[in-house]
């Protein structure tokens, strides 16, 4: 059993900055992959980043050179790091882990970007 707890998410203005943090007990190991999704209102979930064991990253289109994914395995913790946030960006973000084929997600965090 994995659970994640995320935090960070918040209410911002266009242009802002946050930074989503996800701390997974009772443990992520590099051979896990993490990531990042998201569900805007009246959205399908949609991936958002994701990094891939090896050390690959992967981001959608919409949110290349403003997001950043990154993990600490030492403190089990994943981020995101998302910078020139725009409303389109709305949504709850949800953490990811899969571990031998198995997907744990967290509760999710609201970001809520105002134009």
């Known amino acids: 059993q994995v659970q994640l707890v995320e935090c960070g998410g918040g209410s911002v203005q266009n242009g802002g900055s946050l930074r989503l943090s996800c701390v997974a007990s009772?443990?992520?190991?590099?051979?896990?992959?993490v990531a990042w999704y998201r569900q805007g209102p009246g959205k399908a979930r949609e991936l958002v980043a994701e990094?891939?064991?090896?050390?690959?990253?992967n981001y959608a289109d919409s949110v290349k050179g403003r997001f950043t994914i990154s993990r600490d395995n030492v403190e089990n913790t994943v981020y995101l790091q998302m910078s020139s946030l725009k409303p389109e960006d709305t949504g709850v973000y949800y953490c990811n882990v899969r571990k031998s084929y198995t997907n744990w997600w967290g509760q999710g965090t609201q970001v809520t970007v105002s134009s």
């Open positions: 009772p443990n992520i190991f590099s051979s896990d992959g």
């Open positions: 990094d891939m064991s090896g050390g690959r990253t």
